[in-house]
């Protein structure tokens, strides 16, 4: 099907080679290829295909044999690497090769001296420009949306041919784009060397695109991955959309809510019953939505502990709904993950709003930096095209092909998106996330103003938030909303934050900052970033062309002195950072602990004890010589936004009040930086208590210079000002809020003393779904043999569990050691084992979902928000009590605030996340499984017994572990213990 796109359409008379390589691992220095497959091609017509088998002279993984389907006996007599080398030079010759993630191919192939100046192009990366809505760019995944046969995946040559048609069909989607984005994409590229800018110089040169053909473009249209006119017309539907909406008006009498007529909408026979066919009755739910509905009309504060399967989404969007609809009331929900919003945005409120007989509004609110600026990007366009200077900050060639490539993504997606929400984007690395930060709304650059003459997208969802009944945001935005005098929601007083055990968490992180050498160098690049003599990229290097035309030759030479003036400047503050950072490091190694583990970060607190160390005095010294060449600085800058405003009162500058912003928001930055790092430095900035910080220095093992570090040592006086004092009603609400049988804990940690609390059990019967088995005989962790004895013990369990089993680890280092142990053994009794950091979080949990043996190795984000209902997941083993690391420097501060930090801080906290660990198990109330804690020290320690009082009441046994694998397997088989 796909091939006959081209019959009316020949984008490009080239000869292409599709290459793809089956190999034993991921590393190019250990593993080995066992099979290259490769199509040559000239648009749809295949000139010829090469396959070949390949002896590695080593035994296949199990889980590459499982995903292949090549085993070590059809690789016994196949020709080595060297001799098919050869043959595969002669069938390439010198054509560009195409293929997914073709690196990993060449880097391969490179190692034996092959293909190291043939031109590539990677399928993974064209599809992420030209099909920015797809969301998943794996080749399966594309294949499957654009109707590919994908007929062996995971074998060389039918991947080599899928990744033919691919790019056949990307080729196809670029066609039919505007040719106004790829004319941009392609003068951007002219003159650089990134590996697409052939492909884009050839499009540029085919002729206007034409209607869709009857396949390809209607599967794309279809999809919703379709670029051009049709996604316009879309836009400007929404914006006008937007721009007459009108925002929620207050009803003059405030009415309180019928209790029980909300709750007959979820009894055994209301209107949730009749109209989802899934609704269960659960009376713990109407016990939510009775107490959360009366804090709506009391206008009260109040924290609702919701048991795992209770439906507490729903017990709390019913009152919100009701209430903000019959009031003209908003309602803002703040949740801490993207699943639950997705969850509340995706399902819970379009279910809502189809049942309930009145229309009411929800929209999500980002930070302002998650939403694109147009103009922004008409600039870094501009910028990357003239060649006049490089991206501010971005000199390097590495760098450029960046922003290049975040360009290319961000102009094709602006055609059709709705939103402008970074979401939408795929930026999955730290450097794109850099380029983003040049192109995203900006307070200090983005005026109202201009805002509204772009009808920029932060500005669309604002207004869209301000109509709404519901806005739905996470708990980081209520805190940058209070950082931003409210300038980022709009009003509310009716508040519920749900997964509310991380709203410390949240606030914490919110309020932190971290200064590195890394951060300045790139603003001061922006700024001023030094070429060769006399001779700059960055801001002022393009101020004076930016106002020749408007000024006399007189003005411009006194421009021109304050602006050598700023270079001067800069380069001194360059200087005198890298001469404190080096001091710090200096500090670091004589003070800091030893670091026996490389794969962690060393830190060293700042205490007043260790301020009072004569190295110190050093530091302090290098502090204050950086001090005044930041001082220094902010007066030149100063100095030439006062000419540049003077001369645009006098006549007029066109770029007169964009220049004078920008050159604000440079001082601002600047000042910033200063400012954070005077309170990390200066011990006399940490003496007000309200502001009280802890500090810290930090250096990891990939970094040359430390980073300073600077965090709250307190929030709950920020929490109960600027939420619980702040509105009338506030809802926090998890699964797990308690410790023990008490809310006690996080109440003081949150400035919630005088909040009242309710806990809802859930409705699984865990005395018959649930098994926890504690081991008596596995040494308590640190001891002698105790990892030696849960590598026994987990490769015993999971062999009788047949995978299906989750283990959590408190340390990557330990689940890494764990996995290298276990992985050939498993995997020769046929069970894949998935390690986190090997994929993403979403990858891995979707083949943990759909593999049928298989078991995951996670550490602290899969401790909670994992949802693997039914048999796939049976068994959840905690390897070990989830204590703070000890020397993490917020944990030692917030510790010395109490007269027992063990008791009072960190057991509290290590029983919220062990009860978030065993809440993974059961998700419905079908499903059946065991829990096992290989930590000995629940039954040996007195504190163990907290731990276990914190669990629902479920069958519990302990033993030996040579009795668990026949336990866990009998009990996951529905038996009686």
Known sequence: ???????????????????????????????????????????????????SLINPGCRIPYLVQELTGIRDEMLRDQPSIMEVLPRLERFIGTCPVVGHNISFDLAFLNRYGVLRDNPSIDTFELASILLPHAGRYSLEKLAQSLGIALEAHHRALDDARA?????????????????????????????????????????????PRTTFSTSLGQQLAAKGMLSGGGGRSLLSLSRGIVEREEPLQSAETIRPLDVEALVTLLDRDGLFARRLSHYEYRPEQIAMLRRVTEAFNRGEAVMI?????????????????HWAAQNGQRVVIATHTINLQDQLLNKDIPELQRILPFE????????????????????????????????????????DEVALRVLARVLVWMETTLTGDKQELFLPTPEENVIWSYICSDAELCTPEQCRRENCFFQRARRAAESAHIVVVNHALLFADVATDNRVLPEYHYLIIDEAHHLEDSVTGQMSFHVGLAALKRLLDEISEPTGPQRYNGFLARLIPRVRQDLPAGEINALQEHVALCHDSVAHVRGAAHTLFDTLKTFLELHGPVNHNTSYERRLRLTPATRRQPAWDRVEGAWG???????????????????????????????????????????????????????????????????????????????????????????GHLVRRHLFEANKT?????????????????????????????????????????????????????QPGYQRKLETALLSLVRATRGRTLVLFTSHSQLRHTANALREALGQDEIVLLEQGAGSRVHLLERFKTTERCVLFGTRSFWEGIDVAGERLSCVVITRLPFDVPDDPIFVARSEAYADPFYGFSLPNAILRFRQGFGRLIRSRRDRGVVVCMDRRLLTKAYGQEFLR????????????????TLAARWIDGETI
């Open 1 to 51: 099907m796909v091939y006959r796109l081209l019959e009316r359409y020949q984008p490009v008379a080239h000869v292409y080679v599709a290459l793809d390589l089956e190999t034993t691992g991921l590393s190019v220095e250990r593993d080995a290829i066992i099979e290259i497959g490769a199509v040559k091609f000239r648009g749809r017509q295949v000139l010829g295909e090469f396959s």
């Open 163 to 207: 990744a033919h048609c691919l790019f056949v069909a990307l080729l196809d989607q670029a066609h039919r784009l505007d040719p106004s984005i790829i004319r941009g994409v392609s003068r951007v590229a002219e003159r650089s060397n990134w590996s697409l800018r052939p492909v884009f110089v050839d499009l540029e040169q085919i002729r």
């Open 950 to 965: 914190s669990l629902p009441d479920c069958t519990r046994q302990q033993g030996p572990l040579a009795m668990l694998p």
């Open 305 to 321: 502990e919701a048991g795992t399967g209770l439906g507490k989404s729903l017990a709390y969007l019913l009152p919100a709904v």
């Open 360 to 399: 009411f509004k929800a929209v999500a609110l980002k930070g302002r930096n998650n939403y694109v600026c147009p103009r922004r990007v008409r600039q870094m366009r501009a910028e990357l095209e003239t060649r006049q200077a490089s991206l501010p900050g971005v000199s390097s060639p590495g760098t």
């Open 625 to 715: 010589g950086l001090n005044d060449c930041l001082d220094r600085l902010i007066g030149y800058l100063d100095n030439v936004t006062q000419l540049i405003s003077r001369w645009d009162d006098q006549v007029g500058l066109r770029a007169g009040e964009e220049l004078q912003r920008e050159l604000i928001s440079y001082r601002t930055r600047v000042d910033v930086f200063r400012a954070q790092l005077r309170t990390i430095l200066e011990e006399e900035a940490m003496r007000d208590s309200h502001r009280a910080y802890v500090t810290w220095l930090e250096l990891s093992n990939q970094e040359q210079t430390p980073t300073l570090h600077a965090a709250p040592l307190h929030v």
């Open 730 to 782: 506030v809802i926090l609400t998890s699964a797990t809020l308690r410790t023990g049988e008490s809310f006690e804990y996080l109440r003081e940690r949150l400035g919630a003393e005088d909040v009242s609390g309710i806990a809802l059990a859930s409705p699984f019967d865990y005395r018959t779904s649930t098994l926890l088995y504690l081991p008596t005989d596995i040494p308590e962790p640190g």
